[in-house]
């Protein structure tokens, strides 16, 4: 019985670390990644892929035109590494 317990402690913890990885994983899509259109830009759409891109993209859509450049992404490069 103790036993069976332990296994879905230890089944639990590797969900939650795949669960993580593969968010990691998503985080880190280059703005290529993203750019699904091959536009040059990244849509609201595109970004909606990455969870803290678009958490971000009101501060990183610095001319409020709706698209992020490669320029505005690079900065929420850099804010990500500085946190
Ligand atoms: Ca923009």
New binding site residues.
Partial sequence: MKNRWILVACAGTLFSTVALAEEMGSEQKSFADLDADRSG?LSVEEATENRQLTQEWVN??????????EA?FSRFNMTEVSE
């Fill in positions: 830009t990183l859509d610095t001319n409020s035109d709706g698209l992020l450049e505005e």
